[in-house]
C-alpha cells in the first residue's frame, strides 16, 4: 500500500503512522516536505491572502512570517513514530528508495525535499472560496475581481 503525501497533510496525520507500526502493516509513504502549505498557500493567494502563513518560518521583525525557516524535519518525525525511512536526494536516489520500500514488509517513508518555491501550475478547478467584498489591500481586491468574474462564468449542473 502507498500514500503521497504532502508535509502540510502529513503535519495532519502522523497518528496514523503509529497505528501501521503497531499492526505492523508494510505502508509505503512518499513524503514530499516543501516547508509550508502549498495547496493552502495557492489558495491563499487566489482569494487575496497572499499566502499568509502558508510557509513553515519565524516570525520577523515586522510581524510577518518572512523570518528564519522552521527546523521542521518530518523525516526524523516519520522515524520516530516508528517508520523506516530512506531520505532521497537525487533520482537515482529515489529509484532505488522507491524499490527499497516495495521490498520492506514494514512501514518505510520515502522521504523527499522539495523547492519551497511555489512552481505548481494553476488548478484547473475552480473552488468557490468568496473573497472580501471591501478590502484596501490590492491583493485582496484583484481576488475579489478574479471571484466575481468566477461567479458570473459558473455553470450550474443541476
Known amino acids: 500500500m502507498w500514500a503521497l503525501v504532502g508535509d502540510g497533510t502529513y503535519l495532519m496525520m502522523p497518528t496514523e503512522i503509529v497505528t501501521a ?15 509550508g502549505y502549498a495547496s ?7 482569494t487575496g491572502g497572499e499566502r499568509f502563513g502558508t510557509a513553515y518560518r519565524h516570525r520577523a521583525a515586522d510581524g510577518g512570517f518572512t523570518g528564519a525557516p522552521l527546523p521542521v524535519d518530518l523525516a526524523a518525525n516519520a522515524a520516530s513514530l516508528g517508520m523506516d525511512v530512506l531520505r532521497a536526494k537525487t533520482v537515482r536516489e529515489l529509484r532505488d528508495a522507491l524499490a527499497e520500500a516495495r521490498a ?6 520515502v522521504y523527499i525535499e522539495t523547492d519551497p518555491t511555489p512552481t505548481a501550475p494553476p488548478a484547473e478547478a475552480w473552488w468557490d472560496v468568496p473573497v472580501a467584498e471591501v478590502a484596501s489591500r490590492e491583493a485582496a481586491t484583484r481576488a475579489r475581481e478574479h471571484y466575481d468574474a468566477q461567479v458570473a462564468a459558473r455553470r450550474r449542473h443541476l
Do not use: A, F, K
Open 21 to 35: 507500526v503497531q499492526e505492523g502493516l508494510p505502508v509505503n509513504m512518499v513524503l514530499l516536505q516543501n516547508h
Open 40 to 46: 493552502i498557500g495557492g489558495l491563499s493567494e487566489e
Open 104 to 109: 520492506s514488509d514494514r512501514p518505510t517513508c
